[in-house]
């Protein structure tokens, strides 16, 4: 069974299950169900923990004597795995163990997130079926407010909408900070309703993007908040060609895309592209593909081969104003 991280908690009242799958790229999500997970077992009598990272070479003798060895004095034992990335011989070795599953073992799992292909596989599949799958996921920008909303309520703080954006603007991508500093903000206004003075004057903020959130952000037309990420990437030391490299593809599959639409449904071309594109990109691309007509993407192909040769041929210092005129383009 799929759940998310804030339904956890109401799970482990139950039963603990055979197994616990945790993946996700939210590190936050990821520690604090670990924690909630061992806690609950614990309590349930589940008092040895033993760990083992699951990359290559690793030791599936001593594995696998922990899912066959029982005694009658034993307690209840977790088996942690770390799957750093899945490969033939790990997954394959998870599916000769889950058999031997047995109400005196907990398996958890712990890992990167995992694309359609992974959670379609039959290791997944049949663990998943006896188990709990937590998606540690990071809330994305329509979520994030209703995150740190109720992330200041769990610690008895109230804000308006105003302090809430500012928040947002603040700690987005960057999950870690944002609970060091709520936490922070309430052992000096306990019980408060913060104002925008208080928090402005007291957090240290830790804001932090990837390359993909910027990239979606152009995608749906966002124009401030793309600006605002490649600020933070520049100030960040980011490569600029990686930055040029990882948008030219983008743009060039989105250019592909239009030739072919006026042919075949958007749907299906977006069911056929590979890899597999989560529902939540397809979303994405069909907003940019909506907004952006086929001669608008042709000029961000030709806008993208001038920055291609400003940065790699001219070494040009105007590179990332290039860089931010194909961001004002996209609209």
Not at 83 to 95: D, G, H, V
Not at 148 to 165: C, D, G, Y
Not at 173 to 194: D, H, S, V
Not at 214 to 234: F, P, T
Request: charged share 20%.
């Amino acid at each position: 069974m799929r759940i998310y991280p804030e339904q956890l908690a109401q799970h482990l009242k139950q039963k603990i299950p055979a197994c616990i799958l945790i993946f996700g790229d939210e590190i936050l999500f990821s520690l604090e169900a670990l924690q909630q997970i061992k806690t609950s077992a614990k309590q349930q009598g589940y008092l040895e923990i033993f760990q083992f990272d699951m990359g290559v070479n690793f030791a599936s003798d001593d594995i696998f004597n922990h899912f066959v060895s029982r005694s009658l004095f034993s307690e209840k034992k977790i088996i942690l795995l770390t799957l750093p990335k899945t490969s033939k011989e790990n997954t394959a070795f998870i599916r000769e163990v889950t058999p031997l599953l047995n109400e005196d073992i907990l398996l958890i799992i712990q890992g990167p997130k995992l694309n359609t292909q992974q959670m379609n596989s039959v290791w997944f599949k049949q663990l998943e079926k006896i188990g709990l799958f937590v998606a540690t996921l990071a809330p994305n920008q329509q979520r994030f407010p209703q995150w740190i909303f109720q992330r200041l309520k769990s610690l008895q703080l109230e804000a308006s909408n105003e302090v809430i954006e500012y928040l947002c603007v603040h700690f987005e991508g960057n999950l870690l900070g944002a609970k060091q500093e709520f936490e922070k903000l309430a052992l000096i206004y306990p019980k408060q309703k913060l104002t925008l003075q208080q928090v402005e004057k007291n957090i240290t903020t830790h804001c932090h993007f990837s390359i993909f959130q910027w990239v979606d952000s152009l995608l749906v037309g966002a124009q401030g908040r793309s600006l605002r990420i490649l600020k933070q990437l520049q100030n960040e030391d980011t490569e600029i060609l990686l930055l040029s490299a990882t948008l030219s593809s983008e743009i060039q599959k989105l250019l592909k895309i239009s030739y072919q639409k006026n042919t075949v449904a958007l749907e299906q071309l977006l069911e056929q592209q590979q890899p597999k594109l989560w529902t939540a990109k397809k979303q994405i691309l069909k907003k940019a593909l909506t907004r952006l007509d086929t001669q608008r993407l042709e000029q961000l192909v030709q806008m993208s081969a001038q920055l291609e040769i400003a940065i790699k041929v001219e070494n040009s210092p105007q590179s990332w104003l290039l860089l931010e005129r194909i961001c004002y383009a996209f609209i």
